[in-house]
Each structure stands twice: as C-alpha cells, then as structure tokens.
C-alpha cells in the first residue's frame, strides 16, 4: 500500500499539477474553466427544471468570480507596464496601436472590476446605480480590450503571411550572407509557430468577446451559449498556459 501511494502522490503528472498550481496565473486558468463549466451547467440544469442542483452550481460560478477577482488584484498596474512596453518598442505601426490599446483597456476593465469586488467585499459601498454603472464601463473596457486584441491578430496574421510567402518564394531569407538553407528552415519554422500562436489567440477572442457583448446586451444569447463559449476559450487558455509552465513551451 506504501508503494502505490507513493507512486500516486509522486506521480509526474501530479508534480506537474503541483508545479502549474503554484503559478497564479495557473490558478487563475483552472478558476476560469470551472466557472464558466458551471455557468453552462447551471444552464442545462435550470432548463431541465433541475433548480437545486442548477442552484449550487450558479453559487460556484458566483464564488468563484470572487476569488478571481481577488487573485487580479493590482493586475491593472501591469497591464499599464505592458502599454508603456508597447508604446517604446519598434515594429509595424498598426500592430503597436492595436497593443496599446488593448493594454489600456484591459487597465481599465480590472480596475473597474476591483472596485466592483471592494463593494461585494463591504469595504466601498457603492449606490445600486452606480454599481450598475460600474459593471457596465467595466464590461465595456473589456469588449474594447477584445476587439484590439482581434485587430491586433487579424494585423499580425496578415504580417506573418507575407513574411511566410516571401521567405518560399526567395532562395535566400534576409540579406545574403544569412541566406544558407539551414537559417532559412529556422525562420520558417518560426513563423509557423508565430502563426500558430496568433491563431490560438484569435480563436480564443472570438470566445470571448460573446461574454461582455452579452452582458452589454450587444447580443442575445442565453447563459448556456456564454457559458460553453467561456468555457472553450478557457480550457484553450488553461492547455496552453500548462504547455508552457511544464514544457517550456506553448502549442
């Protein structure tokens, strides 16, 4: 018995687990996915006129959102670094603006956000109103986020394609003296992975900006279709970030 608990508990991919736990961002994946599973789920219940069971699993969403919001807590000040970041770095000009802006925006979705848990948490008491307000520039910026976030990939795909499509119609990548096969092969392979990533990214976006265009009313689906849409982008999130703790690398 002491030999397989001990196989068990140092099983690799429980190490593994251990080790993507310790990240907060990790975390934050793994609270993301359940919430919007359960979101889904107290769906499904609900319309099966299961309430009980519908009910629990909407506490846990709800829970859930709160820890989340507490885990970002002075998230927005790097987001705020990322923007100054983006604004002194060189590249195409289209690309940078779009990461600006969604660094921005995404400061102002958490920040509103924090103030949004502070009156959950008691510690500000905000009017009805005003919460309401509140909840609905916070979703706003999100949206914004998402959509610069979108332009930036649609901008960065169109940049990566003709890169691709000038490295296969040249003999040589670059100037000359780098031209040799091998370092053509090593920039290809890069670009392949570039684009690869973007796409993910964008796939996830397409998820996601279902969330605060419905909860804006921009659109009309119910909390099913928000729900599994969350959950995907989340679970796409989640296989990444543990790719990239654990291998090193992001598929």
């Known amino acids: ?126 009017k009805p109103g005003t919460a309401e307000k509140v909840t609905k520039t916070s979703n706003r910026f999100w949206l914004a986020g998402i959509l610069f976030s979108i332009t930036h990939g649609l901008l960065k795909a169109g940049r990566l394609a003709h890169d691709a499509k000038k490295l296969r119609n040249s003999q040589t990548w670059g100037e000359k003296d780098l031209g040799d096969e091998a370092q053509r092969e090593v920039r290809r392979l890069a670009l392949e992975n570039l684009r690869a990533d973007t796409r993910h990214q964008f796939i996830i976006d397409l998820f996601d900006i279902l969330i605060p265009a419905s909860n804006l009313g921009l659109v009309n689906v119910n909390d099913g279709i928000v729900g599994f849409a969350g959950f995907i ?19």
């Open 233 to 251: 982008s989340s679970l796409m999130g989640l296989r990444a970030q543990w790719l990239t703790i654990n291998n090193g690398k992001k598929s």
């Open 1 to 126: 018995m002491a030999t397989i608990a001990s196989q068990v508990i140092l099983h690799p991919y429980v190490s593994q687990s251990l080790k993507f736990g310790s990240f907060n961002v990790g975390r934050d994946k793994l609270y993301r996915t359940v919430q919007y599973f359960s979101r889904f789920l107290a769906w499904f219940l609900l319309s099966r006129g299961n309430k009980v069971e519908a009910a629990r699993w909407t506490a846990l969403k709800s829970h859930l959102g709160i820890v989340r919001k507490v885990m970002r807590l002075g998230k927005p000040v790097e987001h705020l670094q990322a923007a100054l970041r983006a604004a002194s770095s060189s590249g195409e000009v289209g690309e940078q603006v779009a990461s600006i802006g969604r660094q921005l925006a995404y400061f102002g979705y958490l920040t509103y956000d924090t103030a949004l848990w502070a009156n959950a948490a008691k510690f500000i008491v905000l």
